[in-house]
């Protein structure tokens, strides 16, 4: 079992930054692809970025390649995600999510960070 943890959520002008973190317990977090997703109110999840368990490969979605950057301190068992030139259109919940090595499937979520981005 695996335990997370989200936090650094707030509101921002659009054109700002923030940078969310997920701390995590439980088993080896280095055992451990991570994820990030965001749901705004109406819509479905979707998927914003992952990095590999040792934190050399990641992946984006198109509309955040360039201004999001996920990255992690096995050493902390902390994944971050920092989020540049915002826009209204980020705001949502940020949900980070954990999936064993090798395998697709999202196991264990956090309870959500709030991003508010105003124009």
């Known amino acids: 079992q695996v335990q997370l943890v989200e936090s650094g959520g707030g509101w921002v002008q659009a054109g700002g930054s923030l940078r969310l973190s997920c701390a995590a317990s439980g088993r080896p977090f280095s055992s451990y692809g991570m994820g990030w997703f965001r749901q705004a109110p109406g819509k479905e999840r979707e998927f914003v970025g992952a990095i590999s368990w040792s934190g050399g490969s990641t992946n984006y979605a198109d509309s955040v390649k360039g201004r999001f950057t996920i990255s992690r301190d096995n050493a902390k068992n902390t994944v971050y995600l920092q989020m540049n030139s915002l826009k209204p259109e980020d705001s949502a919940v940020y949900y980070c999510?954990?999936?064993?090595?090798?395998?697709?499937?999202?196991?264990?979520w956090g309870q959500g960070t709030q991003v508010a981005v105003s124009s």
């Open positions: 999510a954990a999936r064993r090595i090798a395998s697709y499937e999202w196991l264990y």
